[in-house]
């Protein structure tokens, strides 16, 4: 019924969207391990797992895709920051 495809395409939009979310907490973890100051490191760290953990129980799929475009914008950034600076 559509009902049942409905909760199946939110149910795999969600698993999606966690696949997504992980991957960038993964990937933001990778690039602060390459920051070379371990008190930036901690604070970095610390910074990561507060935003995710903050926003661990939204819902709204609107909202979640502009959160993984900031995080992944914030990630290239990052990214960009440390290449400056090992040149």
């Not at 969207?17 to 907490?25: A, E």
């Not at 760290?45 to 819902?59: G, Y």
């Not at 799929?61 to 995080?71: V, W």
Request: aromatic content about 8%.
């Amino acid at each position: 019924s559509c009902q049942d495809e409905r909760v199946f395409t939110r149910s795999g939009l969600y698993f999606l969207r966690r696949q997504q979310v992980l991957q960038l907490y993964r990937r933001i973890l990778q690039a602060i391990r390459q920051v070379p100051t371990e008190t930036d490191r901690q604070y970095l760290k610390e910074w990561a797992r507060e935003e995710f953990k903050r926003n661990k129980d939204a819902t709204d799929e609107d909202a979640i895709r502009m959160m993984i475009t900031q995080g992944n914008m914030q990630l290239r950034e990052l990214e960009r920051i440390l290449q400056l600076a090992n040149s």
